[in-house]
């Protein structure tokens, strides 16, 4: 192959059909829009909300109903934009399937690993808590899963003491 | 006139589907057509340094902008009415709680009688009383007993 040169012509008889059948309703189309709308339409910006951050549940007083509000709105965007961005990893490792597959198994493993990541995390900080959820909800759900954890390796903790109390004696 | 079945329901669908044609369709999508074409959606750009941007200056498309500008109302400005009034009832929920925690104790240690005064008008008593008077005049004490 020559170097600079153009890309290999295209003589695909069936892809020329097709294409020319595309064009027959988009050629109308792109004129319109380039030629009438285009020029025509006015450009002035729109933005984004910036929300600021405010003090989440656990820094509000019990009986303090507007910071009670506050944290609630506030966790519910936090929910929804980790929602969407659980969303974006998983639509990440689905269009590497849809085009590697039949090898998805392997080539999209990065994808997968990140993908399950972000949902075990999803899941142990907003799973499980129901169709009313609250940011208060969320808060008991994390200590109770603290307890838990505490408990847990204080038992295995000593559970492990034993076992080697029970093997010295042996010896 | 030769005898012929109604052709009621055909004139009804051509003026129902004329009114809704003239009156809907073409100027709905007359108004959709300019905005789209000689407004525009607009850019996304980031908020420049030190500006506060209005509430409708957060939708895309035109049609919203006016609908979120002249006829919605701004949703901060919801926000902080709804927290306001949380507060006030909050407010109101405190002031009546430690009422009837003054009024438990009052009751269990019967040591203040203050509290309970309550003002009377001796108003209705009155006419009440002149009714009775002018009945005795009248009738007496003649009854059974």
């Not at chain 1, 909300?49 to 303090?64: E, F, H, K, L, N």
């Not at chain 2, 005898?3 to 959709?32: E, N």
């Not at chain 2, 003002?119 to 009714?131: A, C, E, G, H, S």
Request: glycine share 2%; proline share 6%.
């Amino acid at each position: 192959m020559v170097q600079g040169d153009q890309p290999p012509q295209d003589d695909n008889l069936f892809r020329a059909f097709a294409h020319a059948l595309y064009t027959t309703v988009d050629a109308p189309v792109t004129w319109f829009r380039e030629k009438v709308v285009e020029p025509n339409q006015k450009k002035y910006p729109w933005y984004h909300r910036q929300y600021r951050r405010v003090p989440t549940i656990d820094q509000c007083y019990s009986d303090d109903p507007v910071c009670d509000f506050e944290a609630n709105t506030q966790f519910k965007r936090d929910r929804a934009v980790d929602s969407e961005i659980l969303s974006i990893l998983r639509m990440r490792y689905e269009d590497c399937m849809m085009y590697e597959s039949p090898d998805h198994l392997t080539i999209c493993k990065p994808f997968w690993e990140k993908y399950k990541d972000a949902e075990e995390a999803w899941f142990i900080k907003y799973g499980d808590l129901g169709a009313y959820a609250d940011a208060r909800k969320a808060f008991m759900k994390q200590k109770h899963r603290m307890v838990w954890e505490k408990h847990t390796l204080i038992y295995e903790l000593e559970l492990q003491q034993e076992i080697k109390d029970h093997r010295d004696m042996k010896t | 006139m030769a005898l012929q079945p109604s052709r009621w329901q055909w004139h009804k669908f051509k003026d129902m589907f004329h009114y809704y044609i003239m009156v809907g369709l073409i100027p709905v999508s007359a108004i959709i057509f300019y905005t789209n074409v000689f407004i525009g959606p607009a850019q996304l750009e980031p908020i420049p340094e030190g500006y506060i941007p209005k509430h409708w200056e957060y939708h895309r498309h035109p049609i919203t902008r006016f609908i979120a500008r002249y006829i919605h109302t701004n949703p901060q400005q919801e926000y902080e009415k709804f927290m306001h009034f949380l507060d006030e009832e909050h407010q109101k929920m405190k002031l009546r709680a430690l009422e009837k925690e003054i009024l438990k104790k009052m009751a269990e240690r019967q040591d203040y009688q203050a509290y309970y005064y309550r003002p009377m008008v001796n108003k209705y008593l009155r006419i009440n009383k002149k009714v009775g008077d002018e009945l005795y005049n009248r009738v007496g004490d003649d009854y059974e007993e």
